[in-house]
């Protein structure tokens, strides 16, 4: 079977090689069908190649030699184990009803422009399986690339806006400078261990010294917070809100910003080793984390609130790595893809049911014209905001109770933002479906239920995200609950002999999660009570404006780093490339028009001076001839 | 009689016609120039053959019979050539009405 694996990227990719070059022949309900086909049959595929797994047989599939030369072999192989298959199944699995749930939202484009959305789209799952499939750094560096190809592509969807371009290419050239340090890890490795391959690189690693791990990893790492929107690379993504709805469902949930958590995960033996990178990985991660979440609490656009949220998320995937929950951080990742493409489909059917309104100060009370869409909204909100037994609840339970063994100030700082989360998530959720409708009568008019096209992805993700976290009950509430850990614990074997984790005793389990339940309690009731009667419309002012305006991060990278390099291009502009290279390039082409107007001068088509030359020139080699001869 | 009158005479012959070439106008001119150059030639290779001829004969072989025979072959090659050339004056003079050879700058364009 797992010969097999192949066909799991396979697919997607004929997916997008049909519907991209017969995208002016083929209708929209053959695109819709062969972009979403090609998902579900690579989705069938993962099934069963995860069973496989499960029953015990994994291994490295190798198709062919890739790259070879000197004592440097890099294998086209495939690693087929615990950690690849669960991601194989979130990717294709929430991809898929991304996928479905894509055919209605954009159904008003025309053929040409639906054939390309879904060839994209499918490009995007390919190049995402091919990262996680990949068995050795540089296929899952190709995939990596091809993640921020598509992320730029589908960013920029609708090209005549010329904003939405700023934000594609602001996502492509911030993923560029995360990929860099991707890069130069490979070569250190390259040069220290002489191989990529996951296994070996992994088996060899007890022999590097703490320095050249700490590098590698600092470097992947740099690599990870382009990809996984972390401080200092974390201002694309809600810029990448410019993309379709289901776009950012693809990036911010299946795809894309898991990568990072992957990468890391998948190195975790690399990072065990190094614990300076542990501790960077878990600070940017709690930074990240808190300050995301402080500009979500005065956002006041439906998508930003969401991107703001999944910044924060992915921060507390990078508290949990960073504190050696590797199993807590993937958990995470699978409990945060359900309920954020949950969220985010959400957000795209008040978004399709209000005309492209994204502005919540002109929603509200939406729970009547939207029934199916406000539940399942409110059920993705609690399983956020981490309300047992809701999915989310398991996976922030572990990453903050590993936070806690590691440093009690990250478990506070955590838990403060596991508030913040709540509030700003109610606050989301009051001020779009509860109190009164605040917009115009012809919006009040239009209102109507997504078709069932929508609403079908939105309540498996439901049902998912309520119970997505049961495969990952604490010991504290079922002896052997935790199916996940289990079932992971080969990949993280390594990584736990080196350093053994100690789980906190019940007694402070049971405090931990009654605090930060509580704590999310208390914010909710907050939330729903202050906004659904009297939501905020005003401008906000003193620190909630800093926080409206995202602390000012944007501004500040414009000034210290956009403006500067601006006029850096328009000095070379002006002087190097105008008065430099120009100046150089016309006056070779002016030299030898002048000279050969001089040149044209000789042939007179007289033969007398012809024989004139020639007998000049004989008499000056003759005299030269003597000085040559010594 | 020494090598060198025969030089010293060839060369005057030669530059005679080189200068006649490079300053006469007339085509006809211009060709008897281009003739005393060629027999300034054929006057060196027959001198250096006589002077030569004497040294290696010891060898067995006669270059001077060489060189002297490459004289006759010269003559008959310049003889086939005046015929052109004068065939190509006429043809001029038909066209031109002169023989001038600064009015034909036709290989100027």
């Given amino acids: 079977m797992s010969q097999l694996v192949f066909l799991v990227p396979l697919f997607p990719l004929l997916g997008f090689l049909i519907n991209g070059l017969l995208r002016n022949q083929l209708s929209k309900s053959a695109t819709g069908f062969i972009g979403s086909g090609a998902i579900l049959a690579s989705f069938i595929v993962s099934v069963m190649l995860f069973l496989d797994v499960k029953a015990g047989k994994t291994g490295v599939v190798t198709l062919f030699d890739f790259i070879s030369f000197g004592n440097i072999h890099i294998p086209f192989a495939f690693q087929v184990d615990q950690l690849s298959s669960l991601f194989l199944l979130i990717i294709t699995g929430v991809g898929f009803l991304i996928h479905l749930y894509s055919t209605a939202y954009m159904h008003e484009e025309a053929p040409p422009h639906f054939a390309r959305y879904f060839s994209y789209l499918n490009l995007f799952v390919f190049s995402m399986l091919l990262l996680v499939l990949g068995a050795n750094y540089v296929i899952m560096f190709i995939g990596w690339e091809g993640v921020g190809l598509c992320s730029y592509l589908l960013i920029g969807f609708w090209f005549k806006n010329n904003e939405f371009n700023n934000a594609a290419k602001k996502a492509f050239v911030m993923n560029r400078i995360g990929d860099l340090g991707f890069l130069l890890a490979i070569f250190y490795l390259l040069a220290k261990v002489g191989t990529v391959n996951f296994s070996e690189v992994f088996a060899h690693a007890p022999e590097l010294s703490v320095a050249t791990v700490t590098i590698i990893t600092l470097l992947l790492f740099v690599g990870a917070t382009g990809k996984s929107a972390q401080i200092p690379l974390y201002t694309w993504l809600p810029d990448a809100m410019a993309g379709p709805t289901p776009v950012s469902a693809l990036i911010h949930a299946a795809t894309m910003v898991t990568a990072g958590i992957y990468m890391i995960a998948r190195s975790n033996i690399l990072y065990t080793m190094a614990p300076v990178s542990q501790s960077v990985v878990a600070i940017v991660g709690l930074v990240t984390a808190v300050l995301a979440a402080t500009i979500a609490l005065k956002q006041n656009d439906i998508k930003k609130v969401l991107a703001y949220s999944t910044v924060s998320q992915l921060g507390y995937m990078f508290l949990g790595l960073g504190a050696g929950a590797y199993t807590g951080a993937v958990f995470h990742v699978m409990t945060h893809a359900f309920f954020k493409a949950l969220l985010f489909l959400g957000a795209g059917s008040v978004i399709h049911a209000m005309h492209h309104e994204q502005d919540i100060r002109n929603m509200g009370g939406l729970r009547k014209y939207l029934p199916v869409t406000h539940i399942t909204f409110l059920l993705g909100c609690i399983a956020i905001a981490g309300i047992p037994p809701f999915s989310g609840f398991f996976s922030k339970d572990e990453i903050l109770a590993a936070a806690y063994e590691t440093n009690k100030i990250y478990w506070v700082i955590g838990v403060i933002t596991a508030g913040m989360t709540a509030f700003y998530m109610f606050r989301l959720y009051a001020t779009t479906f509860l109190g009164k409708f605040r917009g115009t009568p012809e919006q009040e008019h239009h209102l109507h239920e997504s078709p069932a096209a929508m609403t079908i992805p939105l309540v498996i993700l439901a049902i998912l995200a309520v119970a997505g976290g049961w495969i990952g009950i604490p010991e504290v509430f079922m002896k052997d609950g935790h199916w996940l850990e289990h079932f992971l614990t080969p990949v993280f074997a390594a990584s736990y002999k080196l350093k053994e984790v100690h789980a906190a005793d019940h007694s402070t389990e049971y405090m931990l999660m009654a605090v930060s339940v509580g704590l999310a309690v208390i914010a909710i009731a907050y939330a729903v009570n202050r906004f659904s009667k009297k939501p905020d419309l005003q401008e906000a002012g003193g620190i909630g404006k800093v926080l409206a305006n995202k602390w000012y991060v944007d501004e500040l990278y414009d000034t210290i780093i956009v403006k500067p390099l601006n006029g850096l291009g328009k000095v070379l502009d002006n002087i190097i490339e105008k008065s430099g290279i120009d100046w150089l390039v016309n006056g070779v082409g002016k030299g030898v028009q002048y000279g050969s107007r001089q040149l044209r001068l000789l042939q007179s088509g007289q033969v007398g001076s012809y024989v004139l030359l020639m007998i000049a020139g004989m008499i000056i080699l003759f005299v030269l001839q003597f000085f040559l001869k010594k | ?109």
């Avoid at chain 2, 490079?22 to 150059?37: G, H, K, P, S």
Wanted: include cysteine; glycine fraction near 4%.
């Fill in chain 2, 1 to 109: 009689m020494p090598v060198n009158y025969y030089i010293f005479v060839s060369i005057a012959l030669f530059c005679i016609g080189v200068i006649g070439v490079l300053t006469r106008r007339n085509a006809i001119i211009v060709f008897m120039c281009i003739e005393l150059m060629l027999n300034a030639v054929n006057l060196l290779l027959v001198a250096f053959s006589k002077t030569h001829q004497v040294v290696n004969t010891v060898t067995g072989a006669n270059p001077g019979i060489d060189a002297q025979i490459f004289v006759f072959f010269i003559m008959v090659v310049a003889a086939a050539e005046v015929s052109v050339g004068l065939a190509i004056i006429v043809m001029m003079y038909r066209n031109t009405h002169s023989v001038d050879i600064n009015f034909l700058n036709r290989l100027k364009h």
